[in-house]
């Protein structure tokens, strides 16, 4: 599922040798939905996971849809859901770029970040949740 996303994530982190610190079926995820969270939904999807990814002490948050099985289709042509970077760093965000039509419309990179600055808090405490638990 995040398999795009943990490319974007190695493409744009060098390489030192660490390895990630979970595999991507224990990454923790929460599924959210439009008007259920009190903040500015920024995604032009109504409903998808956020995930946190922890790399070399630094903590990444994603938004990906979820596709249904027949969506994904089968091992060999299979369709990827379509991830983006949530955060605050407008730099981060070039990571993005292929499937940026996942952010909801927005007129300014302030109201991009504005919206999406929550949900990046929401997303990092996914990973604080995973190093009680360890």
Same mark, same amino acid.
Request: proline fraction near 5%.
């Given at each position: 599922?995040?398999?795009?996303?943990?490319?974007?994530?190695?493409?744009?982190?060098?390489?030192?040798?660490?390895?990630?610190?979970?595999?991507?079926?224990?990454?923790?995820?929460?599924?959210?939905?439009?008007?259920?969270?009190?903040?500015?939904?920024?995604?032009?999807?109504?409903? @998808?996971? *956020?995930?946190?990814?922890?790399?070399?002490?630094?903590?990444?948050?994603?938004?990906?849809?979820? *596709?249904?099985?027949?969506?994904? @289709?089968?091992? @060999?042509?299979?369709?990827?859901?379509?991830?983006?970077?949530?955060?605050?760093?407008?730099?981060?965000?070039?990571?993005?770029?292929?499937?940026?039509?996942?952010?909801?419309?927005?007129?300014?990179?302030?109201?991009?970040?504005?919206?999406?600055?929550?949900?990046?808090?929401? @997303?990092?405490? *996914?990973?604080?949740?995973?190093?009680?638990?360890?």
């Amino acid at each position: 599922m995040l398999s795009l996303a943990l490319s974007a994530l190695a493409a744009s982190v060098p390489s030192q040798g660490a390895s990630i610190a979970h595999n991507a079926s224990s990454l923790p995820e929460i599924v959210i939905r439009k008007g259920e969270t009190g903040h500015d939904w920024p995604f032009s999807i109504d409903k @998808g996971e *956020l995930t946190c990814l922890e790399y070399q002490g630094q903590r990444y948050v994603f938004f990906a849809e979820i *596709l249904t099985d027949d969506e994904m @289709g089968m091992f @060999g042509a299979m369709t990827l859901p379509r991830s983006v970077v949530v955060s605050s760093n407008p730099l981060a965000l070039f990571a993005s770029f292929e499937d940026r039509a996942l952010y909801a419309p927005w007129d300014s990179l302030e109201t991009l970040v504005t919206r999406l600055a929550p949900y990046e808090r929401m @997303g990092r405490a *996914l990973c604080d949740d995973t190093d009680d638990d360890l």
